[in-house]
């Protein structure tokens, strides 16, 4: 594993240890909620820095590295997106994957049943953002392997996450009495994020390759 420090939301630092061969993240207990927005910008850039990395397959029972008890499979919601990750069933955290930890804050979405079926007269097979696998369209709308759902790197989701973000760590990393005062009254209003940057991604022609959606989309919003 890779340490990697990043700035908390509220004061000093938290180390996250990364494996970019597994593309897994470690969590110690609620590390992932205390990432200051800015850390959240920062470890979506380092995700796409290693998108052309070969995914190395985790063991068959990952375990913590705190107590050594195997990690439990673990189903979650956050916001409208469903993720999931391995577990410490003592409390001590959580490895997630690289793709899921941009599922939980919302750079990735599944796809509609609609958007699917407009997929699919483009390409016959895409690569799951899950695990991996390659998932033929043809006949599948899941991953045949792990479940998951077949998900799209968004620019329009994203432009709205970096600006949300962006705006956050903005204020967060500003000292400004008129909001303070605000805040202290209780009548601070709720401010609309900036207008989205990224660009768009371009339409996919006709492929009879495996598409990766995610790395697809990556590379279109920073390449």
């Not at 470890?43 to 008890?69: K, V, W, Y």
């Not at 599922?103 to 407009?118: P, Y």
């Amino acid at each position: 594993m890779d340490t990697r420090r990043f700035t908390r939301a509220t004061l000093g630092e938290l180390s996250l240890d990364l494996c970019f061969d597994c593309q897994v993240i470690w969590f110690d207990q609620y590390e992932s909620t205390q990432l200051a927005p800015g850390a959240v910008i920062e470890l979506f850039r380092l995700i796409h820095e290693q998108r052309d990395r070969t995914m190395r397959p985790l063991g068959e029972r990952p375990a913590c590295p705190h107590c050594s008890r195997v990690l439990t499979l673990t189903h979650d919601m956050q916001r409208s997106n469903r993720i999931t990750y391995l577990r410490c069933e003592q409390g001590h955290g959580r490895l997630s994957s690289f793709m899921q930890f941009l599922r939980e804050k919302n750079f990735v979405r599944s796809l509609t049943g609609a958007e699917i079926v407009k997929l699919r007269e483009r390409v016959a097979q895409v690569r799951c953002s899950g695990c991996g696998a390659p998932v033929d369209l043809s006949r599948d709308t899941v991953c045949g392997y792990c479940r998951s759902p077949i998900a799209v790197l968004d620019a329009d989701a994203v432009a709205k996450t970096v600006a949300e973000l962006t705006s956050a760590e903005a204020h967060r990393t500003t000292l400004d009495p008129e909001r303070i005062a605000e805040a202290f009254l209780g009548t601070r209003a709720a401010k609309k994020p900036a207008s989205p940057w990224m660009k768009e991604v371009p339409v996919m022609g006709t492929s009879p390759e495996i598409v990766d959606l995610i790395a697809d989309g990556l590379s279109a919003l920073f390449d």
